[in-house]
């Protein structure tokens, strides 16, 4: 028998939150972008560990302002992926707001963080001082491609563990 799992995705807009839930669930990734108004569910059945669960995944529309989320949409939430682009540093300074407010607003819930379009590297603005600090902080952190898929599984994976307490 599986369980459900309700999981959020926030960070700003043109991060790739949308385009790293359809890496997971569907396989494929594509260079349209089409914004996410409010928000857009998807569920993916995974085996994490011998655990059966049905991941129901809120992707919520991006905002600049932690003040303009959608509160009510992590209500019943057992997870957070907080997502940033590494070519935008401002996304990162974004995050860390999203964070401070989810704690505000929710308290403590499993996330994880990914530093999305990982095959850009070249580009890259957000440096490895930034991620070491985050991860003093406790955040756990992983480099992430919607596009080569890289990091995508991992990160969904590792965030299943952390819901079901086993990471």
């Not at 995974?46 to 049905?54: A, L, N, P, S």
């Not at 989810?102 to 890259?124: C, H, Q, Y």
């Not at 080569?148 to 990471?167: A, D, H, M, N, W």
């Amino acid at each position: 028998m599986a369980i459900q799992k309700k999981v959020c995705l926030l960070g700003a807009p043109f991060v790739g939150k949308t385009s790293l839930v359809r890496r997971f669930v569907e396989s494929i990734y594509s260079d349209v972008y089409v914004a996410t108004v409010g928000v857009k569910v998807d569920r993916k059945n995974v085996e994490v560990d011998g655990h059966k669960v049905i991941l129901v995944l809120w992707d919520l529309e991006g905002s600049d302002e932690a003040s303009v989320v959608g509160w009510s949409y992590l209500r019943g939430t057992s997870g957070l992926l907080l997502v940033a682009d590494g070519t935008r540093p401002h996304t990162l300074e974004i995050a860390n707001k999203l964070y401070q407010r989810i704690r505000e607003e929710v308290g403590v819930v499993p996330f994880m963080f990914l530093l999305n379009k990982a095959d850009l590297l070249d580009d890259w603005v957000i440096d490895d001082a930034s991620i070491a600090e985050l991860r003093r902080k406790g955040w756990p952190v992983l480099k992430a491609s919607a596009k080569s898929g890289s990091g995508v599984e991992e990160g969904f994976s590792q965030l299943t563990r952390k819901i079901l307490g086993i990471q």
